[in-house]
């Protein structure tokens, strides 16, 4: 079964000119997000079912021809009427002057030559033709005199009611409580951003800047927060379920009491972060900073810590249990945390207060090597106690 969830948002120089339009959307096959080239058709149609554009200049019901467009874990983007692009006919603004609501209809084939309708139609309805037309008549040019305009628009027409892509697009950074799916910024700026409590699907974020954002008590999966800027943001009681956050940089960001699941911090510099509380399972760590972290109660169930730095922490009752924790440095205060069936191959525990720790069934356990170790009551791989 072929799914596509797809974004449209209108900018404000369509309403005087004949201007290409952003569209960004994601196809899964099956569950599985697509990857490839892949063929495409594209309608704007009216509620009654009449073709208002077709992408390739055709009046019939289904485009005649497709446009080639690369997907990549199942995003895709392009500009509709962009002529640049082969295949791809310009975009009246006149085609939208004469209805009040359109929507956004699309065919895929994956190259059998079998092109099948994904999705339902986009509603592109009376509130994002409002904001377009609100904007274009409130006259500022400013970033700050487009946000007045959003928040006096917002607050008489329901957020739910308005594409939050097209809100991104335009400087807007209120998404509390939203649902986003598919949201396709790369290297956007959403420094300060509010998206607490919100869900935030099939995102992709690479590269994005996030400084000081709010993501407290959101739930985020199945996306794409690789090399993103996360510095001080709060992500307390969030939850994280197969996100990408490759090379991210966290630096001294909360993320106290939330959970991560099948999530990649590889690379990630983590420094000076708050994980106190916070729950976390088959979570890759590998290469990670976690210096002068805080993880105080926290537990990380098969997780990947290999060749990452784990130094000067303050990790009281920290559980680690079966993590592959082999090549890490590891210092600081981990008195009653548990290693148990953990692998700590290569790993270095030097400058360590392993008071009341426990290591039962950990191998690569090598104590006699670290130095400036404290033991007292911490109980070894053997299942021996060891006091100094």
């Not at 983007?77 to 295949?87: E, F, Q």
């Not at 082999?326 to 290569?346: C, E, P, R, V």
């Amino acid at each position: 079964m072929i799914r596509c969830t797809f974004v449209f948002f209108l900018l404000a120089q369509l309403s005087i000119a004949d201007v290409p339009v952003p569209h960004t959307g994601h196809v899964s096959i099956s569950g599985a997000p697509y990857w490839g080239t892949a063929q495409f058709k594209f309608s704007i149609i009216d509620e009654d079912g009449k073709v208002l554009w077709n992408h390739d200049g055709s009046t019939s019901s289904i485009p005649l021809n497709s446009v080639s467009i690369e997907v990549q874990n199942g995003f895709y983007s392009l500009h509709l009427g962009d002529s640049s692009m082969n295949g791809m006919k310009t975009l009246p603004a006149s085609s939208l002057s004469s209805t009040q609501k359109a929507f956004l209809r699309i065919w895929f084939d994956k190259g059998t030559g079998n092109f099948e309708r994904v999705g339902i139609d986009l509603a592109l309805g009376a509130a994002p033709f409002a904001l377009v037309s609100e904007l274009s008549r409130s006259g500022g040019t400013s970033f700050e005199s487009r946000i007045a305009a959003l928040e006096n628009i917002i607050s008489n027409i329901p957020a739910t009611s308005i594409d939050p892509v097209l809100l991104a697009e335009i400087g807007y950074k209120k998404f509390p409580s939203r649902n986003l799916s598919g949201l396709s910024f790369p290297n956007l700026n959403l420094d300060q951003a509010d998206f607490k409590s919100a869900v935030i699907t099939s995102a992709n974020l690479f590269k994005s800047s996030m400084k000081n954002a709010v993501f407290q008590n959101s739930t985020i999966k199945d996306s794409n927060f690789s090399e993103t800027i996360l510095t001080t943001s709060n992500l307390t009681s969030s939850k994280f379920i197969s996100v990408n956050l490759i090379n991210a940089n966290a630096v001294g960001a909360t993320f106290s009491q939330m959970e991560g699941n099948s999530s990649d911090f590889s690379q990630a510099n983590l420094t000076l972060c708050d994980f106190n509380e916070a729950i976390f399972s088959d979570c890759n760590f590998s290469n990670a900073s976690f210096q002068g972290a805080s993880l105080s109660a926290s537990i990380f169930k098969s997780c990947n810590f290999s060749n990452s730095n784990l130094i000067n922490l303050d990790a009281p009752s920290v559980d680690f249990s079966s993590s592959n924790m082999s090549n890490a440095t590891i210092s600081g205060n981990l008195s009653k945390s548990k290693f148990i069936n953990s692998n700590l191959s290569g790993s270095d525990f030097s400058s360590c207060d392993l008071t009341g720790a426990d290591l039962t069934g950990a191998s690569g356990f090598t104590p006699n090597i670290y130095i400036n170790v404290t033991y007292s009551g911490t109980t070894l791989p053997d299942g021996s106690t060891r006091n100094n």
